[in-house]
């Protein structure tokens, strides 16, 4: 497989931090040509922040990262404390980076990279809310016909972490998630459906905790969230790091191509993603929608990249 050039799209985050090292760990097919930090679990000074000190972790501060949207497109931000409580933040006393977020605003920087490099060569990886994405396309509509790719952690058709239906990185901004479902960017999207299919359990956990190296021993403050979980029977995905093992090793997962449209009214369906899975409606498909995961494959990956990195 030929080298991908990335950008990371992320709110920092735990499992996003595993999927950038997951990303960084594999240089031979992934060129990583920044990080724009977004809104989400945390504030954007703090997702920023955190995306450094991973960058830091891994030797890699020539990464540039960017500081995106501090709040969604409409309405006030909600973060992730209100899944994990101050769990969210467990973890992260990661050596300080030396380094700064760059000058240039994410949406600005994402726009200048897809009109400076050949079409085609490019794929978002989105691990937050989708903001700063929708403001790139509305800022410059053409940037998403040059897009290799949009590969996203995005929404649930079986159900939701913020509601009964809505995933948390389309509920914190949803009509940034309408606006970028109705591009014509190709769009690949690990769900909650495919996500949950990748549990961590205290096994997985203790080997990704068990690595002898420097950087998988920070990592495993990370990781105490999820084995908290998974000590009191309640399992969680590690989710982001799916969107990397779908460039990685695509062959891993199942899918089908489908039409999603993205509920923006208030109310109790706010932020569903609405999964034409029957093709019922007639609305053309817009996504290749993730069902299927290797389990044992993806956390296989996760330990040789953090062995390696
Ligand atoms: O719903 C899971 C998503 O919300 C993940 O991207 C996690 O990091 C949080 O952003
Ligand atoms: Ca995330």
């Given at each position: 497989m030929s080298k991908q050039s990335i950008i990371i799209d992320t709110d920092p985050g735990q499992d996003d931090a595993l999927a950038i090292l997951l990303a960084l760990a594999n240089g031979d097919a992934l060129d990583v040509l920044g990080i724009t930090a977004v809104c989400g679990n945390i504030s954007v000074k703090g997702t920023a922040a955190n995306a450094l000190k991973v960058l830091a972790l891994a030797g890699r501060e020539d990464v540039p990262v960017f500081l995106g949207a501090p709040a969604p497109l409409v309405g006030a931000l909600v973060t992730a404390d209100v899944l994990h409580g101050e769990a969210i933040?467990?973890?992260?006393?990661?050596p300080l980076s030396k380094a700064s977020p760059r000058a240039e605003f994410a949406a600005d920087w994402i726009i200048d990279t897809l009109l400076s490099r050949p079409a085609g060569t490019v794929t978002i990886c989105a691990l937050g809310p989708l903001t700063n994405i929708a403001l790139a396309f509305a800022k410059r509509p053409e940037i998403a016909d040059r897009l290799r790719a949009l590969v996203m952690m995005a929404g649930a058709s079986q159900g939701g972490n913020m509601n009964a239906v809505a995933e948390f990185n389309v509920f914190v901004d949803p009509h940034a998630a309408a606006r970028v479902f109705a591009s014509p960017v190709r769009k690949v999207v690990a769900s909650l459906d495919v996500t949950q299919k990748l549990l961590a359990t205290e096994r997985d956990l203790g080997r990704l905790m068990a690595i002898p190296n420097r950087i998988a021993s920070q990592v495993s403050g990370l990781l105490r969230l999820y084995e908290a979980y998974a000590k009191a029977g309640s399992p969680r995905p590690l989710h982001d790091p799916a969107v990397i093992a779908w460039l990685l090793a695509p062959e891993m997962f199942s899918g089908k191509d489908v039409n999603v449209e993205i509920e923006t009214a208030p109310g109790r369906t706010y932020g569903q993603t609405i999964v034409d899975v029957n093709a019922v409606t007639g609305r053309a498909t817009n996504a290749h929608w993730l069902t299927d995961a290797d389990r044992e494959g993806f956390y296989r990956l996760l330990e040789s990249g953090l062995t390696r990195i």
């Open positions: 933040t467990a973890g992260w006393d990661l």
